[in-house]
Each structure stands twice: as structure tokens, then as C-alpha cells.
């Protein structure tokens, strides 16, 4: 499965993305998957999980404020964010726990 991440952008502290995640290859509705972040000078974080059935977890950091959600077709799986901040400014990438594999990243950058 090819992944794409897309929607990303620059936008002001307390605003809202929705990031999308577009598999190719293959539905997406069969595998559990992830979105991990990457802030310039530090470690890759994941920042949510959507199982199969649709079921999330979220970092501390974002919880609350972030929703994972996935289409019923399987095509894609997305990452609403409100009220965003500077410090989630990062690549936001999407990936496939398990296999390891992981989609292009889209850059989000939140103003202050």
C-alpha cells in the first residue's frame, strides 16, 4: 500500500486542519493505522491510532482537540485538528503499524 498525506498547511494558533491519508494499492479498511508527527530537532511522536473497527487513541498532547476517523470505503483515514497550536507544528505522516509501512508527510504549520 502506497500512503499519501495530504491537507496540511500554515494556518493561526486556534484554527483547524483536516489531514487526510490516501492509501493506493490496496483498501485501507483491512489494516489498523497511525499518525505520527515530526517537529523540527525532535523525535517522531504518534500523535493517534484508528483501528480497523475505529477505534482511537490520542497522545496527551492532543487529546481532546484531535479525532482520528476513517471512510467506509477504506479508501483514506483522516486527522481532524482544532484549536491548534504552535507547538503542533510539524510533518504529520501516516503509517501502517506492523507492516512499517509509511505515507509522505504534509507539513503543518501553526502561527502564533
Known amino acids: 500500500v502506497q500512503l499519501q498525506a495530504s491537507g496540511g498547511g500554515l494556518v493561526q494558533a486556534g484554527g483547524s486542519l483536516r489531514l487526510s491519508c490516501a492509501g493506493r494499492?490496496?483498501?485501507?479498511?483491512?489494516?489498523?493505522m497511525a499518525w505520527y508527527r515530526q517537529a523540527p530537532g525532535k523525535q517522531r511522536e504518534e500523535v493517534a491510532t484508528i483501528s480497523r473497527e475505529g477505534y482511537t487513541t490520542y497522545a496527551g498532547s492532543v487529546k481532546g482537540r484531535f479525532t482520528a476517523s476513517r471512510d467506509n470505503a477504506g479508501t483514506a483515514v483522516y486527522l481532524q485538528m482544532n484549536n491548534l497550536k504552535p507547538e503542533d507544528t510539524a510533518v504529520y505522516l501516516c503509517m501502517v503499524p506492523g507492516y512499517d509501512w509509511w505515507g509522505q508527510g504534509t507539513l503543518v504549520t501553526v502561527s502564533s
Open positions: 494499492g490496496d483498501t485501507l479498511s483491512g489494516y489498523n
